[in-house]
């Protein structure tokens, strides 16, 4: 059973920075791609930011140049790194695993940005 746990989310004015960490079960390298959605209210959910077993990375154009994806195998965590937020990231965001056949979901963590 593949756990994801996310933390670091809260409310921040716009302009300052939150990193979210995804903390799993078992090696992240176990996993095709790991990587950040996110879901604001009445919107569908969207990929934010990937990153691959080779280390490649991938961003939505929205957080490209402000967001930063990055892995600690150690820990077995993927980070979110976020600067110079907008009241447009408001969302819950999300943490997926991917396996051929399957993906995995962790519960949310909430970012409020205000104005």
């Known amino acids: 059973q593949v756990q994801l746990v996310e933390s670091g989310g809260g409310l921040v004015q716009a302009g300052e920075s939150l990193r979210l960490s995804c903390a799993a079960s078992g090696s992240i390298f176990s996993f095709n791609a790991m990587s950040w959605y996110r879901q604001a209210p009445g919107k569908q959910r969207e990929l934010v930011a990937r990153?691959?077993?080779?280390?490649?990375?991938a961003y939505a154009d929205s957080v490209k140049g402000r967001f930063t994806i990055s892995r600690d195998s150690a820990k077995s965590t993927v980070y979110l790194q976020m600067n110079s937020l907008k009241p447009e990231d408001t969302a819950v965001y999300y943490c997926r695993a991917d396996r051929p056949g399957n993906n995995y979901w962790g519960q949310g963590t909430q970012v409020t940005v205000s104005s």
């Open positions: 990153i691959f077993t080779s280390g490649g990375t």
